[in-house]
């Protein structure tokens, strides 16, 4: 029904959320590493759009030295 359908929506709607706060951070944490060239990195979401993985790690372990 219609409360179903409203439930649903306001669901996908947090998880549009989190996953954009995510997306900012590491935008935040490539461009602070990452010096005169381009960085090459894939991000990726589990189901509940928390988990973060960086295909290139050098860029997470310069983030941890910073």
Do not use: H
């Not at 490539?30 to 010096?35: E, L, N, P, R």
């Amino acid at each position: 029904g219609v409360p179903a359908q409203k439930q649903l929506a306001e669901q996908l709607a947090q998880q549009l959320i989190e996953m954009e706060a995510g997306l900012t951070k590491i935008e935040e944490m490539v461009q602070a590493t990452a010096s005169g060239g381009s960085v090459q990195f894939r991000v990726f979401y589990d189901a509940d759009g928390t988990q973060i993985d960086l295909a290139r790690s050098d860029i997470a372990a310069a983030a941890a030295e910073n």
